[in-house]
């Protein structure tokens, strides 16, 4: 007789290959489409709040940025670390700076000034900031003056005054100083600042904001 408490076998019946079943094309496509639309709203949605890309459109920033390049531009630094002096800017125009529609309506500038500032020239060729001369050697136009204009202007808190590398050749908040903002942007007109040139091929690198030229403000 065998015993009570036998173990019962471990061994169980072993069953056939289940057999695939078929997706209908029609669930395949909704699949699909179901991707494809969420791919869409993610880049949709970086593009809108974290990112902008931007083309050049003139030579008003040569020196550092020409015709034709291509910028990443980071729309949560101005709300996140905001707006310093350095950076270079993409803003809405804030007075009728450019003659054109409203779905061109963008500008890149350099940012001198910050609420508060002091921003002049004498016209002999250098900028000062709070009464100190700038040496922007490192980001101007080779070769041109930082301002062969002469101008004072007392930057509002909530705007910046903004600059072309490109001095010669840059209608910036200089010669905008009898608009209703008196050449300033309002930090509200601020989209992105230019992180990154990502074509031409040639042209990569990153853009660093020249901290050392402003130390000290």
Excluded at 54 to 70: C, F, H, K, Q
Excluded at 113 to 120: A, I, T
Aim: proline share 6%.
């Amino acid at each position: 007789m065998e015993h009570a408490c036998q173990q019962r076998s471990s061994v169980r019946k072993q069953r056939g290959p289940r057999r695939a079943t078929a997706v209908p094309a029609w669930r395949r496509r909704l699949y699909d489409g179901l991707w494809l639309l969420a791919c869409v709203l993610v880049v949709a949605l970086l593009r809108a709040f974290v990112f902008g890309a931007y083309v050049i459109p003139s030579a008003s920033m040569e020196g550092t940025l020409n015709i034709g390049d291509r910028v990443i531009a980071s729309k949560i630094k101005p709300k996140v670390s905001g707006v310093q002096r350095g950076d270079i800017v993409i803003f809405h125009d804030p007075a009728h700076w450019l003659n054109t529609g409203p779905h061109d309506d963008f500008l890149i500038k350099r940012v001198i000034g910050v609420g508060g500032d002091r921003v002049s020239a004498d016209g002999s060729g250098a900028v000062r900031v709070n009464g100190r001369q700038l040496n922007e050697t490192s980001y101007i136009n080779p070769g041109g003056p930082a301002s062969t204009i002469p101008f004072s202007a007392k930057v509002r808190p909530g705007y910046v005054f903004v600059m072309g590398d490109n001095r010669s050749n840059s209608a910036d908040s200089r010669f905008h100083q009898d608009d209703v903002n008196g050449g300033q942007v309002p930090l509200d007109h601020v989209e992105a600042i230019a992180d990154f040139i990502y074509w031409p091929l040639g042209r990569q690198g990153f853009i660093h904001r020249p901290d050392n030229v402003f130390e000290g403000l």
